[in-house]
């Protein structure tokens, strides 16, 4: 049987993990940085250290800059530059892989410096790298673990939080890109002069701009309709934007006549295949002119 204690510890790092992950999943973009001080913050209470310091990398790549720090004087810390490979933290850095010391003195990477600088005796270090995917993000450290040195489990938790976090701040950065990309692209399409169209692998309609609405004459909202439900006045158009998903066979400049309550209407079109990113076949699209005046 598991040793009560041991239960009490799990379910202890249970809690905090789950506390830190909800702060991470309700970050917005731009606040990553506070992000990692309540991380630094609830890890210390969690572990038991007196201490703690979230480094991020120096611009230039070269040192450990300590944005946040807990029990060492923050303007002290700044006074001992951290080169990458130097000390604990620069080990770590360089490595990319944690530490756990029981003796920071004992410890050849140590240095000395800092604590001379700060007034603060280091004892036991628990350090490890803050990963965005390959790349080097900043260190997490905590010092002085109450009760006796940070075991192993600690580190497994901490690196456990940490790479949690930093998917979760990934995510965030992305889904920001995503909603500036597709405002950017909903900007374009909103001030094209001409219509476009475009069809899910489903057949619905999931985009139409307000030049498509105004020459179709689509008095209502078309979006998740599909096609030939919303195009029912012009089924020629239904017809060409479902044989082109069929066939996966694009058409360049054609001409299609219909008519709106019996006045005679020409368009110009094309059809296009839209892909995602990774080149899957996603829908197809039709752009288009209304050239009844043109052509008359």
Not at 45 to 66: H, I, N, Q, W
Not at 67 to 91: E, H, R, T
Not at 191 to 205: I, K, Q
Request: hydrophobic share 45%; charged share 25%; aromatic share 8%.
């Amino acid at each position: 049987m598991t040793p009560p204690e041991i239960h009490s510890m799990e379910q202890h790092y249970l809690k905090t993990f789950f506390e830190i992950i909800a702060l991470g999943q309700s970050v917005r973009e731009g606040a990553e940085d506070k992000v990692w001080v309540r991380v630094l913050e609830k890890l210390a209470v969690s572990l038991g250290a007196d201490a703690g310091t979230y480094f991020v990398v120096g611009v230039k790549g070269r040192e450990l800059v300590p944005f946040y720090s807990l029990g060492v004087p923050p303007d002290k810390l700044n006074q001992v530059p951290i080169a990458m490979g130097s000390g604990i933290c620069g080990w770590v850095a360089v490595h990319r892989e944690p530490a756990v010391v029981a003796d920071a003195y004992k410890d050849e990477r140590f240095m000395g410096a800092v604590d001379q600088a700060t007034g603060f005796k280091t004892g036991s270090v628990l350090c490890v790298p803050i990963m965005d995917r390959f790349d080097l993000s900043g260190v997490m450290e905590l010092l002085n673990k109450r009760g006796g040195p940070f075991t192993e489990d600690d580190v497994r938790f901490v690196e456990a939080v940490c790479q949690q976090v930093s998917a979760n701040l990934r995510l965030v950065r992305l889904e920001a890109m995503l909603n500036k990309v597709t405002a950017h692209n909903a900007s374009v399409l909103e001030n094209l002069s001409g219509g476009f169209l475009a069809l899910d692998l489903r057949g619905r309609v999931m985009i139409c701009n307000p030049a498509a609405k105004r020459i179709l004459e689509l008095h209502d909202d078309v979006v998740n309709i599909p096609v030939e439900v919303a195009l029912k006045h012009i089924p020629d158009i239904a017809a060409v934007l479902l044989k082109t998903m069929q066939t996966r066979t694009i058409i360049k400049r054609q001409d299609l006549r219909w008519s709106y309550k019996d006045q005679p209407r020409l368009l110009g079109y094309s059809t296009l295949l839209i892909q995602d990113t990774q080149g899957n076949f996603t829908g197809v699209g039709l752009t288009f002119q209304d050239l009844t005046s043109v052509k008359r």
